[in-house]
């Protein structure tokens, strides 16, 4: 096995909804990045201080209130503080593992938290939730991991420069690919089911990723998991 179950439903149902978030993100950042490409290259600078997070503003491994509420806005248009069963229907337009109204209201029931319906996700219950979505900061040189380690992750982009490694059996090491910030990357290794990295990913300038636990990713993203209810 590649991970452990969730040990209940309530793991399950709070593992999707936050993979569903994360998604969220994810195409955020892709949009901003594709902004940014259009800019002239002497505004890029100014771009990207606006709207990107700054690597020394980082104050920990949590998502930044900016980007926390942006996503959450993306479902509760409204301003209604909480989101319900259509916010889900309108965002996710059941492109997550085909989900239906059903169980999309199951999400929301096992993150609901103490709302006393169980229908509701407030800010305070959201934040919570993905709480599990980290961020982490890397110098230039390091390795968001290398070829051989765990598949553990899956990642985004938030900043700076990746390259992609791959390792020969002669020893030699070649340069595959250069990824930018707003794209993802880790996925391959947990759509093949595979246990280990077969890159490596080596920080060309610092770099900022956001990242979602492979238990999450499979239950969130893949259409065929062992842990369907």
């Known amino acids: 096995a590649n991970t452990a179950a969730p040990n209940d439903s309530f793991e399950l149902l709070t593992a999707k909804l936050r993979a569903a978030c994360f998604a969220v993100v994810l195409q955020q950042q892709s949009e901003q990045a594709c902004l940014r490409r259009t800019k002239a290259e002497q505004k890029r600078s100014c771009v990207e201080q606006k709207r990107l997070p700054r690597r020394h503003s980082v104050r920990g491994s949590m998502l930044d209130h900016d980007m926390l509420s942006k996503a959450f806005r993306e479902f509760d248009t409204e301003g209604k503080g909480f989101i319900g069963i259509t916010d889900l229907e309108r965002v996710l337009g059941g ?107 080596r920080c060309a300038t610092p770099v900022q990723v956001l990242k979602l636990s492979r238990r999450d990713f499979e239950v969130g993203f893949l259409e065929q998991t062992k842990w369907s209810p």
Request: proline letters at 1%; hydrophobic letters at 30%.
């Open 95 to 201: 492109s997550i593992q085909g989900a239906s109204r059903s169980e999309l209201q199951k999400w929301l029931e096992g993150a609901a938290g103490a709302d006393r319906e169980g229908q509701r996700v407030t800010y305070d219950n959201y934040v919570r939730l993905m709480q599990h979505t980290l961020k982490q900061t890397f110098a230039t040189g390091d390795y968001v991991f290398q070829q051989g380690d765990p598949a553990n992750f899956f990642y985004c982009l938030l900043d700076g420069e990746l390259e992609v490694l791959q390792t020969k059996r002669d020893g030699s090491t070649h340069v595959l690919n250069t990824l930018q910030a707003g794209e993802h990357f880790g996925e391959t290794s947990l759509l093949e089911g595979r246990d280990s990295r077969s890159v490596s990913m």
